[in-house]
Nanobody, 116 residues
Framework: QVQLVESGGGLVQPGGSLRLSCAAS????????MGWYRQAPGKKREWVTT???????AYKDSVKGRFTVSRDSAENTVYLQMNRLLPEDTAVYYC??????????WGRGTEVTVSS
């Protein structure tokens, strides 16, 4: 059974940093496309970043230069380092795993609030 568990969210002031974690079980994060998505209050869920099984990364324009996605195969965990956070980054952040066949698994999310 595939399971993804996000952690690391919280309340942070504008300009601050957080590191989110997505711990996986039942799959190897190095063999799946792993993505981070977010859903702000009253808005649709949106894509933030992806790291492919080959290690390539891509980012939503508004987070480029501030967010960094990475993975640790030994820990079987994907990370999202978020720096210079803005109030508009406030959202529930979700981790997604996608296999080469297109099957997907979502975590339950971790809440990030950027506010002074």
């Amino acid at each position: 059974q595939v399971q993804l568990v996000e952690s690391g969210g919280g309340l942070v002031q504008p300009g601050g940093s957080l590191r989110l974690s997505c711990a996986a079980s039942g799959i190897s994060v190095s063999r799946y496309g792993m993505g981070w998505y977010r859903q702000a209050p009253g808005k649709k869920r949106e894509w933030v970043t992806t790291i492919t099984d080959g290690g390539s990364t891509a980012y939503k324009d508004s987070v480029k230069g501030r967010f960094t996605v990475s993975r640790d195969s030994a820990e079987n965990t994907v990370y999202l380092q978020m720096n210079r956070l803005l109030p508009e980054d406030t959202a529930v952040y979700y981790c997604k795993a996608e296999s080469s066949t297109g099957s997907t698994t979502w975590g339950r999310g971790t809440e990030v609030t950027v506010s002074s």
